[in-house]
């Protein structure tokens, strides 16, 4: 069964880093791509990024371009997404999602608030 | 970047026919965007319902189907249950990069 799980929810301040992952399991992890979404409260969904854990090919969308940094580790199985420094409006929540027929598989998304 | 355009809202009745639209600000949706769409129950992640216009998962009801209408992808629903009340979004893709639209909210009533 193919499966994506993401790390919990976290809880930061204005201007600290963060790295939240997502960990593929019952499939080839390197042979697919893995999207990243956020989901701010109560409005839609935004595509941020997508990456190829291959060969680490990574595209962003201009809106996330500069602001967030996407990156795998194959040998384990696992991207992470990640913040130098945080915002109040990065506060969200962020899923990952397997490219395969559209997105099959969808993490359980990570809960980020950031707040002073 | 492009903008995707969805409808804010639709109500359907029980058993009734409604589709959602799905709209590129570069001009017509073609195929060639591979067109998706995701529905998402409150508290839930989103899942896929179609995706390359028209394409089903194993697990999407019979009663949803994907299309392109008039310069639009569409999705389909014919014949509403009450567990179909949820937020639709549709994703175009843009050459490498990807757009979700802002979503419907589909009131079953």
């Known amino acids: 069964e193919v499966q994506l799980v993401q790390s919990g929810p976290e809880v930061k301040k204005p201007g600290e880093s963060l790295k939240i992952s997502c960990k593929g399991s019952?499939?080839?992890?390197?042979?697919?791509?893995i999207a990243w979404v956020r989901q701010m409260p109560g409005k839609g969904l935004e595509w941020m990024g997508i990456i190829y854990p291959g060969d680490s090919d990574t595209r962003y969308s201009p809106s996330f371009q500069g602001q967030v940094t996407i990156s795998a580790d194959k040998s384990i199985s696992t991207t992470y997404l990640q913040w130098s420094s945080l915002k109040a409006s990065d506060t969200a929540m962020y899923y990952c999602?397997?490219?395969?027929?559209?997105?099959?598989?969808w993490g359980q998304g990570t809960l980020v608030t950031v707040s002073s | 970047q492009a903008v995707v355009t969805q409808e804010p809202s639709l109500t359907v009745s029980p058993g009734g026919t409604v589709t959602l639209t799905c709209g590129s600000s570069?001009?017509?949706?073609?195929?060639?965007?591979?067109p998706n769409w995701f529905q998402q129950r409150p508290g839930q992640a989103p899942r896929t319902l179609t995706y390359?216009?028209?394409n089903k998962h194993s697990w999407t009801p019979a009663r949803f189907s994907g299309s392109l209408l008039g310069g639009k992808a569409a999705l389909t629903l014919s014949g509403a249950q009450p567990e179909d009340e949820a937020d639709y979004y549709c994703?175009?893709?843009?050459?490498?990069?990807?757009?979700f639209g802002g979503g419907t909210k589909l009131t079953v009533l």
């Open positions: 390359d216009t028209s």
């Open positions: 999602a397997r490219h395969s027929g559209g997105y099959n598989s």
């Open positions: 994703l175009l893709s843009y050459s490498s990069l990807r757009v």
């Open positions: 019952g499939y080839s992890f390197s042979d697919y791509w």
């Open positions: 570069t001009g017509a949706v073609t195929s060639g965007h591979y």
